[in-house]
C-alpha cells in the first residue's frame, strides 16, 4: 500500500469499507499502488491497468484496457458512449466486492496480460467522429484554422469534436468553437 494514496480512501464516506476491499484484491494481483489524476491507480511494470474511483451510486474499478477484456458474466460498464477503451466493474456494496473477488482477480489478471502483449485498442480516428456543421464552416472559410486543428494531436481533435458536438443548439455549439479557436491556433487542446 502506497501511503500517498491513504487520502482518498480516508475522505470515502459510505464507500470506505468497499474502497478498502478493493484495494486489497487489486494489491493481491502484484499490481503497484500509485496516485494519478487524484485517485488510486494500480500499475504494472510503469503501465496503468486500474484504477479505482467512486460515485454517488457506486464504486468502481476502472480497467484501462478494459474494452479488449473478455467478459462472458458481462459486467464490464462502458462508462459513456465516448470511452473506446476503459472499463468500469461497478460496485454497490462491499458484500458486493467480497462476492465477485474471483471476478475481479480473473478481469485484473487478464488485464496485466493484454498489457503484456502489447495489445492497442483500436481508437476511432478523429475523422470517424460527428463534425457539426458550424466547426465544418468556420474550417472552410478559415484554411489556417484548419492546418492548426490537423497538426493537433489525434485525442486533442477528438476531444475538440465531442466539445463542439454536444450541444443541441446552434448557437452553443458556434459560441464553443469561437471560444476555442484561439486555443486551437495555439496548439493547446481542450483541457490544457
Known sequence: MNPKADFYFNKAGKWLEALEQLRTYVLDCGLTEEVKWGVPCYTFENRNIALLHVFKDYCAVLLFKGALLRDDEGLLVQQTENSQAARQLRFTAAQ????????????????????QSGLKVPFKKADEFIRPEEFESELH????????????????????????????????????????????????????
Open 141 to 192: 472559410e478559415n484554411p489556417a484554422l484548419q492546418n492548426a486543428f490537423h497538426a493537433l494531436t489525434p485525442g486533442r481533435q477528438r476531444a475538440y469534436l465531442l466539445y463542439f458536438s454536444a450541444p443541441k443548439q446552434a448557437k452553443t455549439r458556434k459560441a464553443r468553437i469561437d471560444k476555442s479557436v484561439p486555443h486551437i491556433f495555439n496548439g493547446r487542446g481542450l483541457n490544457d
Open 96 to 115: 458486493e466486492v467480497v462476492a465477485r473477488e474471483a471476478t475481479l482477480k480473473a478481469h485484473l489478471q487478464q488485464a496485466i496480460e493484454v498489457e
